[in-house]
């Protein structure tokens, strides 16, 4: 099973202050763990909300943008893991060590083709998906 760990926005991530070197260290530890144990699939923090937007879609094709920053921070994401475990328990297992003093994160189970009515899903479909998350591992910048 796939979880995705949300990690809930906070005042100091909105303003856009970034880790100290000590948290980065702590997090470095900790995802090294989720490396060893081989159950992460990916893990990134997100820029402040001033930088983003959300799109409203509407009746017959209406589309509005509003630019950031979003007022309601406890309402908004400051990053993410991607991790795969045998089930529900074993996520919040890893979720309870993560090295945070302070916050929240939300734990929410990602659907996997199989959670989708037989027949729903076609081969074809499939594989032009695998085909592509293939393709598009992408090597991190600087």
């Known amino acids: 099973m796939r979880f995705m760990v949300i990690v809930k926005a906070t005042p100091e991530s909105e303003a856009g202050d970034m880790p100290t ?3 980065l260290a702590e997090m470095g530890r900790y995802n090294d763990e989720l490396i060893k144990a081989g159950i992460l699939l990916a ?9 983003g937007a959300r799109v409203a879609f509407g009746k017959n094709g209406a589309r509005s943008v509003k630019d ?3 007022t309601e921070s406890k309402e908004l994401i400051a ?3 991607l991790i795969q475990v045998k089930d529900r328990e074993e996520a919040l297992a890893w979720v309870k060590r993560i090295p945070f003093e302070e916050g929240e ?3 929410r189970r990602v659907a996997e083709v199989s959670d989708f009515p037989p027949d ?7 594989a032009k998906e695998e085909a592509w998350r293939q393709a ?3 090597p991190l910048t600087r």
């Open 105 to 107: 994160v939300e734990l």
């Open 21 to 23: 070197p000590e948290q």
């Open 136 to 138: 598009n591992q992408k």
């Open 120 to 126: 729903s899903v076609s081969d074809e479909h499939l």
């Open 79 to 81: 990053g993410f893991w």
């Open 43 to 51: 893990a990134e923090g997100l820029r402040a909300s001033k930088e």
């Open 68 to 70: 950031g920053p979003f």
